[in-house]
């Protein structure tokens, strides 16, 4: 698989939203189109609409949020992909996204919460505690470890400010599984096996994503 994914997952983030503003002409209740399209809710969620903890991390709620997400995306993706492979950066982005949505679902258990800055918060954990291991090459030294803590610092500020609506439980949930994830596995495998297993786990991640929006579209039509 070529190491250009992150453009995949830009790709239908923008289509989401884009589908959304059209169908705006037809639903005028954002609560219910939002919903439509897999925001997270946590009373739904624990009424078994368990999809939407994966479904939300592609919604966004307007141009301006899906603009910060989608050039932090691209940035932080690519090098994350450059540097993992894309078996890992898919499988970093997922379950950091996944947390963050957990994480959400506890402490934002009453608000409407959508986008993927869990995931993105996730890509940075990673890179932010590769810095930390003894085998990360020097080069990679100004993208990783404390050169990233200003930007860290900033956002979780930025977060806890009223009036922001930030979703910091995604935030701190995906940044601390990145920053887990980044510190147990080192960035170069080159055991044959060991890319078979990252392969497998991509997959069944992506097979969760798939099912997750066939059971939205399920509940779709009969909810």
């Not at 994480?103 to 954990?125: C, K, N």
């Not at 069944?204 to 939205?216: D, T």
Request: hydrophobic share 55%; proline share 3%.
């Amino acid at each position: 698989m070529k190491r250009e994914s992150f453009y995949y997952l830009i790709f239908v983030n923008v289509l989401i939203l884009f589908l959304i503003e059209i169908f705006k002409f037809f639903i005028p209740n954002e609560a219910v189109l939002y919903l439509m399209f897999g925001a997270q809710y946590g009373p739904l969620v624990s009424h078994g609409q368990w999809f939407r903890i994966v479904t939300s991390m592609f919604v966004h709620g307007g141009f301006i949020h899906l603009i910060f997400n989608m050039y932090a995306l691209f940035f932080l993706g690519r090098i994350v992909e450059n540097v993992y492979g894309t078996e890992k950066f898919l499988t970093f982005y997922f379950l950091s996204g996944i947390v963050g949505n957990l994480a959400t679902q506890i402490f934002y258990y009453s608000s409407f919460s959508v986008g993927a800055s869990g995931a993105i918060f996730g890509l940075i954990g990673v890179l932010f505690a590769a810095g930390f291991r003894k085998d990360t090459p020097y080069s990679l030294k100004p993208i990783t470890g404390s050169a990233l803590l200003p930007m860290i610092v900033i956002n979780i500020i930025f977060g806890i400010m009223p009036g922001t609506n930030i979703n910091n439980a995604a935030h701190i949930g995906g940044f601390l599984t990145g920053m887990l994830l980044g510190y147990v596995i080192p960035l170069y495998d080159y055991s044959w096996k060991v890319r078979k297993i990252w392969k497998v786990i991509m997959w069944i991640l992506i097979l969760v994503v798939v099912v997750s929006y066939i059971s939205l579209i399920i509940w779709g039509v009969i909810g």
